[in-house]
């Protein structure tokens, strides 16, 4: 259609990308429903590939056969997804039952904070607030957060399934990748899967242990002071810190919140406030760094972008899945010469590109 020196070629091909990516983003918001489970059931095949590989470094696992390394990792895999499954179910039950105790404490609460204030003498003002308080659909908010809470159980089953299935096809995947790309491109391509599957691995591997820690403390925080509900909220604060930035923030709103509607008391909240606060900047500032690193090669602004991207396309299960998505993109960008510029400009440490190309790439 165009010679090779033609100059629209160029421009015909940018945007025949730019349509392609169109399409695609519009097939990932339309499938959502489809491709959500199947995308976090790969990103927990890597979680659970790095617990067989813990497990077959163990003594007393050494000598097991790989098969038995996976049933056994399988199987606490579906007992920790039941378990969570579990919480919350029954953290939506009692919510919902306890809906009329906790609107009467933040009305109490409210009124502490009127009269601390001396709204008291201004009745106009008080007014205000009265009808502010009003307005807040407590109930409708907790139904919403309870139907969130039932579809991400649901969401977790269907995540399972496609996990175990995943897992037990595993090992015949490279062949596959040989008999469908024959001579040296299916070496090239083990080479990329290689790489991604180094990375995202550690990537995972280590920022669940560190949220697994996180969850830990917050956990003892919150059951010391006697949150309700304190397990579910630690298991929400760990996930939550997947998130880059904002989790760490929202993870310590909800508990606060909460513990607002339970107590009803300044003092309190703001207690359990300064303790889950105080337990994320230790884990972000000091215990992540040292963990995490750069384990993935992102820069920061390159973060927020992919943050606000995928939290756009799927919501929150897309935020917490940013790094992993964008990590790969990244990952195969910088595998082929037509596409490495832009694995440069996305980096935030451009020294492993300071070396000669590989002459194989593609």
Known sequence: MFKQSDPLRGLFGVVLSLLL???????MIAGKSFLLPIIIAVISVYVLT??????????????????????????????????????MVSTAGEVSDRMPEYQANISGLYDQITDMLGFTASPDL????????????????????????????????????????????????????????????AERAGQIIAQING????????????NAMLGLISFCAM??????FALFWAILIALLNYIPYV?????VVFPVVLSMAQFGSVQTTLLIAALLTGAQMWVGNVLEPRMVGQR????????????????????????????PLTSI???????????????????????PFETAPDPRRI
């Open 126 to 185: 008080r007014e205000v607030f009265d009808n502010l308080r009003a307005s807040i659909p407590l109930e409708e908010l907790a139904g919403v957060i309870l139907g969130s809470i039932s579809s991400a159980a649901g969401l977790l089953f269907m995540v399972v399934v496609y996990a175990i299935f995943l897992m037990s096809e595993r090992r015949g995947f490279a062949h596959k990748v040989a008999v469908a790309l024959p001579g040296g491109r």
């Open 329 to 351: 993109i990244a990952i195969i960008m910088r595998s082929f010469d037509s596409t490495r510029p832009f694995a440069v400009l996305i980096a935030h440490d451009v020294t």
């Open 199 to 210: 990375a995202i691995s550690d990537y995972i591997a280590v920022k669940t242990l560190v």
């Open 296 to 323: 993935v090669n992102l820069s920061p602004f390159v973060v927020l972008v992919a943050l606000a991207l995928w939290s756009s396309v799927w919501g929150i299960a897309g935020a917490i899945l940013a790094i």
């Open 21 to 27: 990516v169109a399409l695609i983003g519009r097939f």
């Open 50 to 87: 790095a617990a067989t590989e813990a497990l077959r470094g163990l003594a007393l696992t050494r000598r097991f056969p790989e098969w038995s390394l996976r049933a056994i990792v399988l199987a606490g895999f579906l007992v920790v997804a039941l378990w969570l499954g579990g919480i």
């Open 247 to 251: 989790g760490s923030m929202l993870g």
């Open 223 to 228: 059951w010391a002071i006697g949150v309700d």
